[in-house]
């Protein structure tokens, strides 16, 4: 682990590089590759032509970064992943991709396990441009199965002298270089029916950075937009407040899904590397939010993100036991220190460590009913999504409860999601306007 540890004692020094861990002796589950390549990356065999067969993995977002979008197939369900594939550590990783026998492989050189893969294709509507010239990728991508959209210019904390960016950020960086800064809500329609009609998504995405707090103002126009002329599941993940009619008013826009970034649990990580979030919004603000929309929307309705491999895994599992006792879900990034961000040459995670989180992860989801992929075509590949974990279940009569559970459910709630997927007439008078 990092050596910041003693309370009030938190400094921002990249901590020692990590050592060697040993090779595991029997092939991973699916779930468990993922967590290796989101801990080490992979290297690409020259026997591969990503030009012609992958997506673009020129941006980087947030604090996750540019990686190379690959499915791991497998038995309890296909898994996406998002690999670091551009930073340093990548470099030094045991995991290669190859291209042999008309397929792609992840190869792990140590012992030489070799795990198939396959790599999702560019849609076609990557190359195409909107009715007002707007390159589409530009406007949204695809994470994953869903439509990200990154809805306006960049995060107000980079623009604070001195800046109050998140440590592990590239947003300042990135967005307006590698995509439109400022989003036309037409642009976006276009957009959003271009990926529902040839990509198939089920769920669009907005997210963006602080902005003095009107970033739920901001985001009602495009839910609303998506909603009535599209017909998508939508989520929304920005900056929260405590003016809760806000979220009341997306709602009845039709958002669908509210996610909460608090990033660290432990409040002394959170104050050094969330200098912005902890100046300017307050870490209480994000826990008041997240239970308010949790206990209006009900079970699995919202998210609390946070990353793992930065602060010490009993405040991560701190974190996942908090979430999943709101009936929230928790979103658990697996740290990649990012090109260019302030902790870009800080270790990426342990191994053992993360998939000890994602154990834990799985149990706090069954213990408290948490529906996981239960959403009609949602896969994630950012993040170790919570139905992944279902690799990482112990062989016990409770786990198979719940995976009978939460298969029913699945079927049972098919006909919600089609209803709540079709587009449908919102009025305009109800944006923007407090209630009286
Ligand atoms: S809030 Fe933090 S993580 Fe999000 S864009 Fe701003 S600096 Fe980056």
């Known amino acids: 682990m990092p050596s910041l540890t003693a309370k009030d004692s938190v400094s921002f020094e990249a901590p020692q590089p990590r050592a060697v861990e040993e090779a595991p002796q029997r092939p991973l589950n699916p779930c468990e590759l993922e967590i290796d390549l989101f801990c080490k990356g992979m290297r690409i065999d020259p026997t591969c032509d990503l030009s012609q067969d992958a997506r673009l993995i020129t941006r980087t977002r947030a604090g996750l970064g540019s990686g190379l979008e690959i499915i791991i197939p497998g038995r309890l369900k296909d898994v996406w992943v998002n690999v670091p594939v551009e930073e340093p550590f990548a470099r030094q990783s045991c995991y290669r991709l190859i291209y042999k026998e008309s397929a792609y492989w992840v190869l792990d050189d140590r012992q030489g396990f070799c795990y198939k893969a396959r790599i999702p294709p560019e849609p076609a509507w990557y190359k195409r441009s909107t009715s007002l010239g707007t390159p589409m990728h530009k406007v949204g991508v695809l994470q994953g199965t869903y439509l990200g959209i990154y809805i306006s210019n960049s995060c107000g904390f980079w623009h604070h002298s001195p800046s109050l960016n998140c440590k592990f950020c590239t947003t300042g960086l990135n967005v307006g270089v590698n995509e439109e800064a400022e989003k036309e809500l037409e642009d976006v329609v276009e957009v959003a029916r271009a990926a529902k009609a040839e990509s198939g998504i089920t769920f669009v995405h907005f997210n963006s950075g602080y902005h003095t707090h009107s970033d739920l103002d901001i985001a009602a126009p495009f839910v609303k937009a998506v909603k009535s002329r599209v017909g998508a599941l939508v989520g929304v993940q920005v900056i929260p407040t405590l003016d809760f009619w806000k979220y009341d008013r997306l709602m009845d826009l039709g958002a669908d899904h509210f996610s909460f970034c608090y990033e660290f649990h432990n409040p002394d990580y959170f104050r050094k590397l969330c200098p912005g979030k902890e100046k300017l919004v307050g870490q209480q603000t994000f826990f008041r939010a997240l239970e308010y929309t949790s206990k209006k929307m009900g079970k699995g309705a919202c998210s ?37 961000s302030d902790m870009e040459d800080w270790p990426s995670p342990r191994y053992e460590e993360m998939r000890a989180v994602f154990a834990h992860l799985y149990e706090a989801c069954r213990k408290n009913n948490i529906p996981i992929d239960v959403t009609p075509g949602i896969e994630v590949s950012l993040v170790v999504q919570p139905g992944d974990t279902r690799y990482l279940a112990p062989d016990s009569w409770e786990s198979r409860m719940y995976e009978m559970k939460t298969k029913c459910l699945k079927q049972l709630t098919r006909p919600y999601f089609w209803w709540k997927m079709r587009p449908g007439y919102i009025d305009a008078s109800e944006i923007l306007s407090p209630p009286q």
């Open 304 to 340: 609390g993100e946070i990353i793992a491999g930065v602060e010490p895994i009993e405040d991560t599992m701190k974190a996942i036991d908090y979430i999943t006792g709101l009936g929230a879900f928790p979103t658990v990034c697996i740290f990649r220190p990012t090109k260019g």
